[in-house]
């Protein structure tokens, strides 16, 4: 467990874990990827951003800042075994499984969630905040092993982006009303219990919903063939889902 690891030897595994995967990503065309610009753009000072972004995308160390970024962001949110877990999973490369990650961020609209429980520091306790953040955190590493195992690879991540999110951002609003059974009890239990420990009922209904979020992908992309309500689609599966019992088998997995 990693309260049982010593601080010092924290920091070095840490370190380790980032060196490694930024060899693996320089060795692939993992910074070319045009979804990735803006990680670039944003390593400069704010008032370079506009005029100079020619003079940036041709900066002899441009892979290497790109990577660099990446890599901090993605341990520092997926946590130091994201990518050795995943790897032997799916066996999926290293590009692959961090690209992933950042389009399953953007989908489920991750980073401005992370802001919204930021906002709380202080106000809330550090426990209740942590505990948020892995309910991100692990939405955004299952939703990363879906597109790993369900979309073609190398990730054509602007396109995924752009069929996803909106539609994501929808139907994920509307979970609360579109859960039955089981899974609505486990999310009311959820939201409640953050209520009462001073999270807003807004922000812990979010975070209450994330951890069957991630079924809106396989809700979305089947959704989109005969142009039928995705909210539908939703309603349907999850009245199924209680039907066959599937939420009490999960649990007991």
């Known amino acids: 467990r990693r309260e049982d690891v010593p601080g010092p030897e924290l920091a070095w595994l840490l370190a380790y874990t980032k060196i490694v995967l930024a060899d693996e990503l320089l060795d692939s065309d993992f910074s070319d990827d045009p979804f990735l610009r803006n990680d670039l753009y944003s390593y400069f000072p704010s008032k370079m951003r506009q005029d100079y972004r020619s003079q940036m995308e041709r900066h002899p160390l441009r892979r290497e800042i790109i990577v660099t970024q990446l890599v901090n962001q993605l341990v520092n949110n997926a946590g130091m075994t994201y990518f050795h877990r995943l790897s032997g999973e799916t066996a999926a490369s290293a590009a692959d499984l961090t690209l992933a990650n950042f389009v399953a961020r953007e989908i489920f609209g991750a980073k401005a969630l992370g802001r919204e429980i930021a ?56 979970l609360p009303s579109l859960m039955i059974g089981r899974e609505l009890d486990a999310f009311v239990s959820r939201r409640d219990a953050l209520v009462a420990r001073g999270v807003p009922e807004e922000l812990a209904s979010r975070v209450a919903v994330c951890p069957p979020a991630y079924m809106v992908l396989g809700i979305v992309q089947p959704a989109a063939r005969p142009a039928v309500d995705p909210r539908e689609v939703a ?19």
């Open 235 to 253: 309603r349907v599966h999850f009245a199924w889902r209680d039907r066959l019992g599937l939420p009490m088998l999960v649990s007991r997995t």
């Open 119 to 174: 906002r709380f520091d202080n106000q809330v306790e550090a426990a209740v905040q942590t505990r948020m953040r892995i309910e991100v955190r692990t939405l955004v590493e299952r939703a990363s092993r879906w597109l790993v195992n369900n979309r073609r690879q190398p990730l054509d991540s602007e396109a995924t982006v752009e069929e996803f999110e909106v539609v994501v951002e929808k139907v994920m609003a509307d």
